[in-house]
């Protein structure tokens, strides 16, 4: 996991810099911030290297000229557009029923914001210190488009491993509706062979592939589908449509895309408080 990282931010920004890097300094992460004239695309093809930039849009995560944020306005078209019947995920998390809802691989906080859109609770848990930040600074933001308002007030971000989230929840004998699993970095198909990666991975895929480690249980996610079933009445995996079951447990029940499937697991004795 990244331990420190530089941040840029032109003069103008240095206040919003200082705000970040004591964030990140008390999460853990060193931070050098270093002043520059001009924050343009020139200036990121000549520091190639990861690193976070801050501006009057927010913080940011850059490397090889490119940059991204989970930018939970740039959906507001999306959220538009859908549906609960429209919406393969609303199925499968049964967000007609308005659930209790733990994401446990939070990403960018895309799924999420469309699961609260469509009436979901979401607690929406994230360990790595970085993308924490860059999750938390989406969501204030996003508190002051009168669109979105709403939406985030359905979303509490946690900062914390989520394999230890849900063994306390469990401790703690709470259940609730749904948890939503969704691991980054799913490797095979089900016929345990390596899936191809495509030609050109989106720009924000590439650049958290620099950011989080592609190993570990925290990028397979296996370790979470027996803690979640601990303390959920239904847990859903979304999974690319070719790749293996999750931890290799097949499913009680299917939805199945062009591109992607979600598997569901089904715990009916438990009761969501």
Not at 35 to 51: D, G, M, Q
Not at 174 to 202: G, S
Request: proline fraction near 3%.
């Amino acid at each position: 996991m990244v331990s420190a990282i530089r941040l840029y931010a032109e003069s103008d920004d240095q206040q919003k810099a200082q705000h970040f890097g004591a964030v990140l300094s008390s999460r853990g992460v060193q931070v050098e911030i270093e002043t520059v004239e001009k924050l343009n695309a020139r200036f990121f093809r000549l520091n190639p290297e990861l690193a976070l930039c801050v501006d009057e849009n927010g913080l940011w995560l850059c490397a090889h000229g490119m940059k991204m944020q989970p930018d939970w306005q740039a959906e507001t078209g999306r959220l538009k557009r859908a549906s609960l019947k429209s919406e393969m995920i609303a199925r499968a998390c049964h967000l007609a029923e308005k659930p209790s809802l733990i994401d446990a691989t939070a990403g960018l906080g895309h799924d999420s914001l469309l699961m609260a859109h469509l009436g979901a609770q979401v607690t929406l848990v994230e360990r790595h210190p970085i993308l924490f930040t860059l999750l938390e600074d989406t969501h204030t933001r996003a508190q002051s488009d009168v669109f979105l308002s709403q939406v985030v007030s359905r979303i509490q971000l946690v900062f914390s491993d989520s394999a230890d989230y849900l063994k306390q929840q469990a401790e703690q004998h709470r259940t609730v509706d749904v948890v939503y699993l969704d691991p980054m970095f799913p490797q095979r198909d089900q016929n345990q062979q390596a899936v191809k990666k495509q030609a050109q991975v989106k720009k924000h895929m590439q650049l958290l592939h620099m950011l989080l480690p592609e190993d570990g249980e925290m990028d397979l996610g296996d370790n979470l589908l027996e803690l979640a079933q601990k303390i959920a009445k239904r847990v859903v995996v979304k999974r690319p449509r070719l790749a293996v079951f999750l931890a290799e447990k097949e499913p009680h029940h299917q939805w199945q895309g062009d591109a992607c499937r979600f598997d569901a697991y089904f715990q009916h004795e438990l009761v969501a408080e």
